[in-house]
């Protein structure tokens, strides 16, 4: 469909595409506007960089001024002390803001808002401290000279050829954050900060992707230092102090935090306000303050929210294209009768070998005991329910099985590889997927994007690489995508895939987690209580819809249920589970009719 | 998409409407010259904690274009001030850009000290402007020589270290070991930097130089410090606010007897009202005859600014509202002696030929609150007096000696 | 070694006042969860109303201790009540960049309000309490700020244990929609928390008035400390901040006397920077919660 990619491509490219006009605008001013737009150019680029982090990871992050003071002291040092061309002393420049980013990103694994905030308030007082204090390299407090850019024997001096200057920069670094943000990378992230265990279980690497979206940010803050320096002439480290982060932080957060145009938009007006209000200094860094603080609880999505809102089509400025690809399929909605073989996933080779194997698990949480010596075997193959009262230890050995809690003994085996000890993550590309109880989709990603992610492949690397090639829907997308859609399809999802995932009925909501679960075609599938809260009406096509997987694919599945009935329909053998121990297992109707798993449902009989 | 950039657009579109505000100042061949008026620029902090120097020097020049105007003007043209705010050298850049090229100013005050004046330096050396540097101690204006810059009141930070050297050492008996307590911000690190050789070229001996923060609270560790080196004499660099507060706790640390030695940023009247009894003995350097509150010209001058301005509040008129007020009248003499050939190479020949310029050869009205400044073809440094200042009776008072 | 006792009294002034400092923080956050990064501001508020009181309307000292830290408990639950109320139920993140941005903007209206660079007010008591040996001086200000803000600080912990108030905020914060249930009602609850908190930042306003001067910049000054002391100590203990407070100061004053002043700043943020990450929790924990 070279159409939308072409719609596509565009969309990622403009907003770069404004950045370079708004400094080609500012040329038709004069000489003071020309400076105060250069200015607006490098705050627009601030803004863009720090969408990643603090937009899209929701990180408090206060050491921007510190980054952009990195930037701008080491290529100005590599420039004024060797000689260093500007081109390369930029990249140098850029390279230490990866580099600070990377090293402030690892001690952020472990820690989460309000301590996380302060962790990056400590890189930036210690940054300046350091800056300061270095008075030999740095000239100290009292500042550094910077001479301007030569390029080429090129001297920019004029402020018309350092606006073109900063908008070639900006616009370049605003490019490849746009196909960050917009690309696989900025969804796991978007994924990341809607849950937790929902991106785990899909094989992203939680600690990994802080890091990185440390690292993406000040490297392009690293960078709007860079090409600051030489525009101000002089740096001090009061240039880079806390007033400045406290600023920054306001640029993604009045303007909107979750795309691109947001930052963009809050950068260049924030960066402008004080200017347009030099009449009324005094209250300017008030008025500014106070307009964010607004703006948070007025209008939580920023500016671009509010003007989406306005405009009056929610997501307009993502995805618009499937959109109306969508628009223009729901005509032709189908029944899913047809479940593709496409997938290259080969079934189990060996049939004999056991799906699921339990051995003697038992997990304490202090002085409870959740689980007491579990067996547990799940042929190839094999629907298997698990049931029992509350509390009886069922969401426990779920959570052991798929890697989100480990067992104080016993062995776990999935296809007879021991899986106690590996990270929830690795889960998936052992060929286990699971939904969850408390549904946990990512609301503010498209259906499709939801299976997207469900397709793994979300190593950190995987998706950065993979962002470049989103942008331009390439062959890896595409792949993806028809995976992807192949699955929605199968739950009869497909006509509303481009919908926003938060905005679907709980129902749905849980096929949704269905689709996401099985586009890797995983070998062994694990529901928790898939059935909860849905109507009759979705429960019998819930059911239909395993039985068929299970068919088509050899799918083995294991699902926890309070619902006897559906358990009774849907499983080929049944286990049930009553303060922590197994206690019958065997063919459903049976099991059911045993008298002391009566009794432990409805008292004694 | 398009949304999206046409506001970006539109919100530059907005920015340089307001800005495009300021009236064009028709060109009598002369930018910022009309039949009727003279266009003044200024720019410096007045927000921040920097703001009460700012707005000092700001007020300073106002209450002197005020009254000139009032007795008529200068060659039958009135004065009008033009102020831009600019507290970091980015603000700077801007603040005199936009009087420059949008506003159009006939010259610039420079009301800024530090980094700021610093980052306009190139500009004003590279414009051609002419500058009245106000406020700023720093070299950057001073050198290399430019012919347009020329500083009022306020010493090259050359000349007003010697002086400072001077007059921390002047005393009986002569200090031998001195402690040193600096600031780690740029203002007293220049001070600090140049006034070091000249101690050291007087043979006098660091008994410990200890820093402290902008905003810091707290001076135990630094006068615990101070106290075990036992020197002769403490010599401080920064500003009030934090001087003030070290000073009175050192009598807490042992440091009752010992003298002390401030930069002249530290003399305002919070200074004995903060450091209390402390204070008693302090000195420090005073580059106008008198200081507030004394009897004579600086009477005259604070009974105009409350008629101004009204009530000031604390610390208010500060030494800036004198630097601006007395310098502005300095210029207004050169722009007098220029008559009706107001262009720039006419204004800085004027300039150059003022010889012991007081406020009062403008007008009898005026108060002479600030030293005679004396100009020449190769020199740009107005004043060059400075004398001793101490605190008696809780309040500063110029000593009457010159050095 | 006599110089460092000289250095630990002026420590134990700072320390106290860092402690209440941190006590207000962390009832605010105690009872809901709020990480209130404006609270350097309420304290600078306490600040300007104790030299309101002393000098512009010449009453007398008593009148500052009771008088301004309930005005200010007053501003910090109309704040909470009218301001951050949309957020009681919004994500951390917002709740936190909000009191950010409110306290910046509370500094710039008080700077508004007040031009002057530096506002002071005399001590409580003046003079020397006690000279001991090695020339070292007890002034009677550091006694009276040693002993009355830890003494402000330690009540505030009885009577956020002792009372109905205290238990409901507990309950509030652990689970509002149970004690809702119970009777606690939220709106009170919080505005209360708020007010409890507004008042102790208010007295550590007062208390901190005479020795560190009055201007806009002491809210950042006491931000900080406070949330280290909080880290230090425990974010949910009240017996903890106060420990926490006298320990950084501690580790401030050493470090400005024996390293430099630059590893005075250093300091604070190195030692939480340790603590988060070898004890997240602090030093004293109540309750099974962790925060990491």
Redesign the interface.
């Known amino acids: 469909m070279p159409e939308s990619r072409l719609r596509h491509g565009?969309?990622v490219a403009?907003p770069a595409?404004?950045v370079l006009?708004?400094a080609i605008?500012?040329i038709a001013?004069?000489?003071?506007?020309q400076?105060?737009?250069g200015?607006?150019v490098v705050a627009i680029l601030v803004g863009a960089a720090l969408v990643p982090l603090v937009g899209l990871a929701?990180i408090?992050m206060l050491a921007t001024g510190a980054m952009m003071g990195i930037g701008a002291y080491a290529s100005s040092l590599l420039i004024t002390k060797l000689g260093v061309p500007f081109l390369a002393a930029l990249a140098v420049g850029a390279i230490a803001g990866a580099v600070a980013g990377f090293l402030l990103g690892l001690?952020a694994i472990?820690?989460?808002?309000?301590?996380l905030?302060?962790?990056t308030?400590?890189f930036q007082?210690?940054g300046i401290?350091v800056i300061?204090?270095w008075k030999t390299m740095t000239g100290?407090?009292?500042?550094m000279r910077v001479p301007p850019v030569v390029m080429l024997g090129y001297t920019f001096r004029s402020?018309e050829s350092n606006l073109v200057l900063l908008g070639i920069f900006a616009a370049a670094s605003v490019l490849v954050i746009t196909i960050l943000v917009r690309g696989s990378f900025g969804k796991v992230l978007r994924a990341i900060t809607a849950t937790e265990v929902g991106s785990t279980a899909f094989g992203v690497h939680l600690g990994a992707y802080k890091v990185a979206a440390f690292t993406v940010s000040c490297t392009f803050l690293a960078i709007a230092g860079a090409i600051l320096a030489p525009r101000?002439?002089?740096?001090?480290p009061?240039?880079f102090g806390?007033m400045q982060s406290?600023n920054a932080?306001?640029y993604p957060?009045v303007g909107g935090m979750t795309s691109v145009?947001g930052g963009?938009?809050g950068g260049?007006?924030l960066r402008?306000l004080?200017?347009?209000l030099?009449a009324f200094?005094?209250?300017?860094?008030?008025i500014y303050?106070?307009l964010?603080?607004l703006i948070?609880?007025?209008l939580?999505g920023g500016l671009?929210s509010g003007?989406e809102r306005i405009?009056g089509r929610v997501g307009a400025?993502r995805e618009?294209s499937l959109q109306e690809e969508s628009a223009a399929l729901s005509a032709h909605d189908r029944e899913p009768t047809v479940i593709r073989h496409d997938a290259a996933q080969p079934v189990a080779a060996k049939p004999s070998v056991p799906a699921l194997e339990v051995l003697g698990v038992s997990r304490s949480f202090g002085s409870l005991a959740a689980i007491v010596d579990v067996a547990l075997t799940v042929p190839a193959g094999s629907i298997h329910g698990l049931i029992g009262p509350n509390g009886a230890g069922k969401t426990t050995l779920f959570n052991i099985i798929s890697g989100f809690t480990e067992p104080d003994r016993g062995e776990v085996r999935l296809f007879g590889a021991e899986s106690v000890g590996i990270a929830a993550r690795s889960r998936l590309r052992m060929g286990v997927a699971r939904t969850f109880q408390h549904v946990a989709i990512y609301g503010d990603l498209s259906l499709l994007d939801n299976v997207m992610i469900g397709l793994g492949e979300n190593g950190v690397l995987q998706t950065i690489v993979g962002s470049a090639d989103d942008a331009l829907r390439g062959p890896r997308y595409r792949r993806r995508e028809d995976l992807a859609k192949a699955a929605l399809d199968i739950v009869g999802l497909h006509a509303r895939r481009a919908e926003r995932a938060g905005s679907l009925a709980l129902g749905d909501q849980r096929r949704l987690e269905v689709a996401r679960a099985i586009a890797s075609r995983p070998r062994l599938l694990l529901l928790d209580e898939p059935a909860s809260g849905v109507a009759i009406e979705e429960e019998r096509r819930l059911k239909d819809l395993l039985h068929r997987l299970n068919a088509e694919w050899s799918l083995t599945m294991l699902l926890i249920e309070h619902n006897i009935r559906f358990v009774v329909d849907c499983c080929v053998n049944l286990s049930v589970m009553h303060q922590g121990v197994l206690v019958a297992e065997g063919r459903p109707d049976e099991v059911i009719a045993r008298t002391d798993v009566q009794q432990i449902y409805f008292g004694k009989v | 998409m398009l949304p999206a950039m046409k506001r970006v657009l539109t919100t530059i579109a907005c920015a340089v409407s307001i800005l495009a505000g300021a009236p064009a100042a028709q060109a009598q061949q002369v930018q910022g010259v009309t039949d009727k008026e003279i266009l003044i620029g200024a720019f410096g902090p007045i927000t921040g904690p920097l703001s009460w120097l700012g707005q000092g020097a700001r007020d300073g020049v106002q209450l002197a274009i005020d009254e000139i105007n009032s007795n008529g003007g200068i060659n039958g043209r009135r004065l009008r001030l033009e102020h831009q705010p600019a507290m970091t050298p980015a603000e700077s850049l801007a603040a005199v850009k936009k009087l420059n090229e949008q506003s159009k100013v006939y010259l610039i005050f420079s009301a800024h000290g530090s980094t700021g004046a610093e980052a306009a330096a190139d500009y004003f050396r590279e414009s051609g402007i002419p500058v009245f540097n106000s406020v700023s101690v720093t070299m950057r204006l001073r050198e290399p020589f430019a012919r347009n810059i020329f500083n009022g009141t306020p010493l090259g930070v050359d000349i007003l270290n010697a002086y400072y050297v001077r007059s921390a050492l002047d005393r009986t008996p002569r200090p031998k070991r001195i402690a040193v307590l600096v600031g780690t911000y740029a203002f007293p690190q220049a001070e600090w930097n140049a006034a070091k050789p000249l101690f050291e070229k007087e043979g006098v001996e660091f008994a410990t130089v200890q820093t402290y923060d902008l905003g810091d609270k707290d001076y135990t560790a630094q006068l615990v410090q101070i106290a075990r080196a036992k020197p002769d004499l403490i010599v401080a660099f920064g500003q009030v606010q934090e001087v003030a507060i070290a000073v009175k706790q050192s009598q807490e640390r042992g440091l009752a007897k010992t003298p002390w030695w401030v930069g002249p940023g530290v003399v305002t009247r919070a200074f004995p009202v903060v450091a209390g009894s402390a204070a008693e003995g302090v000195r420090s350097v005073w580059i106008v005859p008198y200081y507030h509150g004394d009897k004579g010209p600086m009477e005259k001058f604070e009974a105009a600014w409350v008629k101004r301005f009204g009530n000031p509040p604390e610390g208010r008129p500060a030494y800036t509202d004198v630097f601006g007020y007395g310098d502005m009248y300095i210029l207004a003499q050169a722009i007098k002696k220029s008559g009706n050939d107001l262009s720039w190479p006419n204004l800085i020949r004027q300039w150059e030929s003022l010889k012991g310029a007081k406020p009062s050869d403008f007008g009898p009205w005026a108060a002479d609150v600030i030293f005679p400044h004396t100009y020449g073809p190769t020199r740009r440094q107005g004043n060059q007096q400075v004398t001793n200042i101490l605190v008696e009776g809780g309040t500063w008072k110029v000593q009457p000696d010159k050095k | 070694m006599v110089e460092i006792l000289d250095l630990l009294l002026g420590a134990l002034k700072i320390g106290a006042i860092y402690a209440l400092a941190a006590s207000g923080f962390v009832v605010i956050h105690k009872a809901t969860k709020t990480v209130n990064f404006a609270h350097g501001a309420f304290i600078m508020l306490g600040a300007y109303g104790a030299w309101a009181t002393l000098t512009l309307l010449k009453w007398p000292y008593w009148v500052a201790y009771t008088a301004v830290p309930i005005v200010v408990g007053a501003l910090a639950a109309l704040v909470e009540f009218v301001i951050l109320r949309p957020l009681r139920r919004a994500d951390l993140f917002s709740v936190l960049i909000a009191t950010v941005f409110l306290g910046v903007a509370m500094m710039e209206l008080i700077r508004i309000v007040y031009e002057v660079e530096l506002l002071s007010v005399p001590s409580v008591f003046s003079g020397v309490l006690a000279e001991l040996p090695g020339e070292i001086f007890l002034t009677k200000e550091t006694a009276w700020i040693g002993a009355g803000a830890i003494a402000c600080a330690v009540a505030a912990t009885l009577v956020f244990e002792r009372l109905t108030l205290g238990r409901g905020m507990k309950a509030m914060a652990s689970n509002y929609r149970g004690a809702q249930l119970c009777g606690y009602s939220v709106p009170v609850t919080y505005a209360l928390a708020w007010f409890f908190g507004g008042v102790l930042a208010g007295l550590a306003g007062v208390f901190a008035a005479p020795p560190m001067g009055i201007n806009p910049e002491l809210a950042t000054a006491l931000i900080v400390p406070a949330f280290v002391a909080a880290v230090i100590g425990g974010f949910d203990s009240l017996k903890g901040v106060i420990v926490g407070g006298i320990i950084l100061a501690i580790i401030e004053t050493l470090a400005a006397a024996y390293i430099s002043s630059a590893a005075k700043s250093a300091a604070s943020f190195v030692l939480v920077f340790l603590f988060l990450l070898i004890r997240p929790e602090g030093l004293f924990t109540e309750g099974t919660r962790r925060h990491a």
């Open positions: 565009r969309a403009a595409a404004a006009g708004v605008a500012g001013l004069d000489s003071y506007l400076y105060v737009v200015l607006c929701r408090v001690p472990r820690f989460r808002s309000h301590h905030a302060m962790v308030l400590v007082a210690l401290i300061r204090e100290g407090a009292e500042g402020d101000i002439r002089i740096i001090d009061d240039s806390i406290i932080l306001a957060i145009w963009l938009l260049g007006l402008a004080p200017e347009a030099r200094k005094d209250y300017a860094e008030l303050t106070a964010a603080v948070i609880l007025v939580p671009v003007i405009a400025f618009a």
